[in-house]
Structure formats: C-alpha cells, structure tokens
C-alpha cells in the first residue's frame, strides 16, 4: 500500500493532503511491523509533503495520532513540526522508555521542554532529559517554524520513492538520519534485559493505570482497563472492562503490553475494588499480574491466530450496538409505540436498510478471519445450482447497477452449473465479487461476463468475469492490495476495498477447493463441479 501511495505524485492539494494523512496513518498503526526501507520512503515522503500540508490538517493528524500511535520515528518527524503541531503529539503520545531515548536525540529544545513538563513519563526519560542540561530545554516562541527543504517540488510520478537523500544537510535529513540509525539499532537483543514475571498496579477510579511496580512505568502507565483494547493495540480485554463497569473482581483477565521485550506481550492479571474507607466512594483498582501459564496459551497459538482473534473479539462487540440501532428503528418504522410522522418514519427505514448492509459486511469479515485460522477442507457433501446463484444475485445488484448506471450481462455455456459448495457459500463468493467490480466500474459502463460448464465431466465450473476498463491494466499484486483502486483512494461505492473482496473470495473458494484467478482479461472463480456426483446419485435412484 505504501508504494502505491508513493508512486501517485499529488498533483494537487487535496491530493497532497491525502497522502499525508495516509502515510501518517499507515506509519501509526503499523510502523512496527513495516521493513526498514519502507519506513525509510515514507517518512522520507511525510517530509517532503509537509510544506505542502496546512499546519491545521498537521495538527489534526498530531492529535490523532497521539492517541493510537505507538511508533517513535513519527512521534520523533512530528516533534520536529511547527510548536503547534509538536506539542499537541508530545503532550499525549505515550511510548515505552526505550522508544522515548531512542527519540530524543531527534528532538529540538522545544520539543524537549515540552517532555520535561509531562508528570507522567518513565523515570529514565526525565533522567536523559536532565543530562542534557538547561540549555537543551527551551521554550516554544510563537513564531517558531521548522525549518524544510521547500525548493524539492514534488512533479512527477515516483518522486516520492525516489527522491535522494543526499541533498545539503538540513533538520528533516538530519532527522531522517538519526532514525535510520535508531531503526538499524531497533532490534538489537541486549543483553541485560531479562524477561519479567510479575509486577503491580493501581488504577484510578477512571480505570486508568497511575502507578506500576515491577515493568518500566511508561509500558503501563495510561492504560486503561474500562475500555477493551483491539487489533493487537495495548490494553485490556474484554473481561476487565466488563467487570470495571460493575466495580466487581476481575480474576487473570488479559493485558497485552508493549516496549522492551521483558515488558511486551500478553499478561494475565487479577484485581480488587478498593473503596475510601470513610466515605465509601469507588477508588479503583489494585492489581498483580503475571505471564500467562503456558496452559492457558492453547497449542502455542501463533500471532496471526492472536490477529484473528482479536477481530472476532471485535465483530462480536459490533453486532450487539448494531442490533439494538436496527431493533429500535423497526419499532420507529413498524409504530409500535404509537403514530411517527412520515419523515421519521423514513428514516428509521433507511436506517433498518442500512444496518442489514453493515451486517452483510460483518458477516464477511468474520467469515474472512475464520478462513485465515481455520484449516481449509475441500470436502462437502452439498450440491448447488450455480445458474440460479447467479440468477438470484443478479435480482440482488439490481438497486446498485441502477445507483451506479452499470449494466451486467452474464451468459451462460454449456451447463448443467451444479457445483460442490454451499448455497449460502457460493451466493457470497458470487455476490461479493460482482458487488466488488461494479463498484469500481465507471457509469455507463457495461459488466460482461460468462458461467461455463463446457463438459459435463469437466472438474471445474467457471465463473468468467472481463475486467472493468478501470482496472484493465492494474497488476494481481495491485488488484489485492487492501489499499488499492482505480482513484488511488478506496472507492467511492464500496464500503470494503476492492482487494479485501478479492481475497475473501479467493478464500472461500479454496476452502471448496476452487479457487479467483487474475488474469490479463479477466477474473475467474473456480468452483469444483459436483455433476458427476449429481449423474451417480440419480443413477442409484433409478436403479432403486
């Protein structure tokens, strides 16, 4: 995704701001698990797209950061922004101790005295700060700018990947500098770090994590256990939250944790309400926690098994907000209380219509998660007629392809279509993938496509599609990427990306034994044939 953004060169603006908001945003959410050289390009391309940005939109991407964002080379670029926008992500971003010296060579005198007011930073960091004496501390002057190499547009395709480092030395070369460095540094095993067991805290009566004993403070410290953490981000589960509402006993609930290897990874830990004793009012909590025994880590579940649990965990705390909103806009729309106005009515349908949309997409999500963990297994017992698939999900896309002014004209060859799958399966596959191309299809234009069966003893059944004009080109590799679509941004239409449909209906057709070929023409789901099977069964009927 990172290339792709990297190879459109912002012709524009808007453009300029996107691709600012999307670095910044990969960077965050998934700069510890990107290879250096892509680090290296994008932080390489924030800095060249910085003059560019408004500093209020910098300052937006700052604040949210601050919140989500656990990587130090972009804390450390942001630091190195106008006061503004450096204060805002030093004020709130929280990083391991580690993170935080590894950082603050990268930092100016402002940025550091902004550091030295914070009352909540591991205590190795303030003794960093201290040895680099007063005058490395300076207060932020209102007309303060960072300085920017602005004479280097940004014209042509590539620019952004390709650009040279080796320009005269200014503060974002010096930057990027000291962050290829940290990066080269930033897996190194020490030695001295021995991986911890056990420690203790207490939470606030807000659920916030304010004191730690036994882990580097700035790994727990601003936590929260009232609020579930997901996608692999640091925090609490489920559990913990659900008993902090009730102010109950919290008993080897999980915690995963972030920073140097002796404090990072999943914790169990138990807590006690504790209560002020003359007035009774909820303090917190007061807890121990300790590594996970290796019991309870079933069959030393791997990290992508750890991804896809965390977003089932995820879908399953979606689906109950989402029926109780469509729960309570049927009774708006059936009047069931008593006479609504039109108008309201209106909406409380629009809103029933589009909570069974969000739901379809949930179902696909989970369905996506469980194909990643789950073994594939090719081998079923049913028999679907993938002609009258085809037909019933050509009845569905018809409020769509008339919205999006797309026609779709699917003929069929030779036949009969019956194929090994289930009908709630093969529906999916059909429909998410055609949903899929119809969304990045222009208006006007036409979907053509074929289902064929050309030999009743055929072992495959193909579901034939042309590629729209505005992917005729785009490689499998760019067709797959998450990131991918015709604009460079996700599609207008599609609430999924172009990519995620693919490979979900690239999985679920593998879980039958088929599988979603991209080639230069067109994409072809393969679905095993079940006509032989049908011929054997009705031949053992006619012998009966």
């Given amino acids: 995704m990172i290339a792709t953004i990297l190879r459109q060169a912002p012709a524009d603006h808007r453009a300029s701001i996107a691709a600012w908001r999307q670095l910044s945003d990969i960077l965050a959410q998934r700069g510890n698990q990107l290879g250096d050289d892509d680090i290296r390009r994008s932080l390489h391309g924030l800095a060249l797209l910085r003059p560019r940005v408004p500093e ?25 922004d106008v006061p503004a926008v450096s204060a805002i992500m030093l004020q709130n971003v929280r990083l391991s101790e580690a993170d935080w010296l590894a950082t603050l060579p990268a930092t100016n005198s402002m940025a550091r005295s902004v550091l030295a007011g914070r009352s909540d930073l591991p205590e190795g960091v303030y003794r960093a700060l201290a040895s680099l004496g007063s005058a490395s501390v300076a207060l932020p002057q209102p007309d303060a700018v960072v300085a920017v190499e602005e004479s280097a547009p940004i014209a042509a395709a590539d620019n952004l990947s390709e650009r040279s480092l080796d320009n005269p030395p200014s503060q974002i070369s010096e930057l990027v ?73 919290i008993i080897n609930a999980r915690m995963h944790l972030e920073g140097t290897p002796a404090d990072a990874g999943e914790w169990r830990f138990s807590a006690l309400p504790w209560f002020d004793p003359a007035t009774g009012q909820f303090r917190g909590y007061r807890a121990s926690a300790r590594r996970p025994y290796q019991s309870e880590t079933p069959y030393g579940r791997t990290a992508p098994e750890d991804s896809g649990d965390s977003i089932r965990q995820l879908i399953h705390e979606l ?28 909406m409380a349908e629009t809103i029933v219509t589009d909570a069974a949309s969000v739901q379809s997409i949930i179902d696909d999500l989970e369905t996506a998660a469980r194909s990643n963990t789950a073994p594939a297994d090719a081998a079923t017992d049913d028999v679907v007629d993938l002609g009258a698939v085809v037909t019933q999900v050509e009845g569905d896309l018809a409020p769509l392809l008339r919205e999006q002014r797309v026609e779709l004209s699917i003929s069929r060859v030779g036949g009969p279509f019956l194929g090994s799958a289930s009908d709630a399966n093969a529906r999916r596959m059909v429909g998410r993938l055609l949903t899929a191309l119809v969304d990045v299809s222009d208006p006007g234009a036409m979907l053509v496509g074929q289902l064929i ?4 003893h055929d ?10 004009a505005t992917i005729r080109f785009a490689t499998a590799a760019d067709l797959l990427d998450p990131g991918f679509s015709p604009e460079g941004e996700a599609p207008g239409a599609a609430i999924l990306s172009l990519g995620f449909s693919l ?27 079940a006509n032989s099977k049908a011929e054997v069964e009705l031949g053992v009927q006619q012998g009966d």
């Avoid at 989500?68 to 972009?74: K, V």
């Avoid at 689906?319 to 209106?346: C, D, K, T, W």
């Fill in 56 to 80: 209020a939109v910098r300052r937006d991407c700052a604040r949210a950061i601050a919140r989500h964002g656990r990587f130090a080379p972009l804390v450390a670029l942001y630091a190195n």
């Fill in 177 to 249: 500098r000291r962050i290829d460095k940290y990066q080269s540094t930033r897996g190194q095993p020490n030695a001295e770090r021995t991986a911890r067991a056990a420690f203790l805290f207490e939470t606030g009566p807000d659920g916030v994590i304010h004191w730690v004993e036994g882990v580097t403070r700035g790994a727990v410290i601003g936590l929260s256990i009232a609020e579930a953490a997901f996608g692999g981000e640091p925090g609490t589960d489920g559990v913990a939250a659900g008993a902090f509402r009730q102010r109950a006993e």
């Fill in 503 to 529: 490979r979900l209906v690239d999985s679920l057709a593998r879980a039958t034994g088929g599988r979603l070929d991209i080639g230069h023409n067109a994409l072809t789901l393969h679905l095993p044939s």
């Fill in 319 to 346: 689906r109950s907000p989402l029926n109780a909103i469509s729960g309570f806009a049927q009774i708006i729309s059936g009047q069931m209380f008593g006479p609504v106005s039109h108008g309201y009515r209106e």
């Fill in 459 to 468: 072992d495959m059944l193909q579901v034939r599609i042309v590629r729209p």
């Fill in 453 to 456: 069966m050309e030999s009743q």
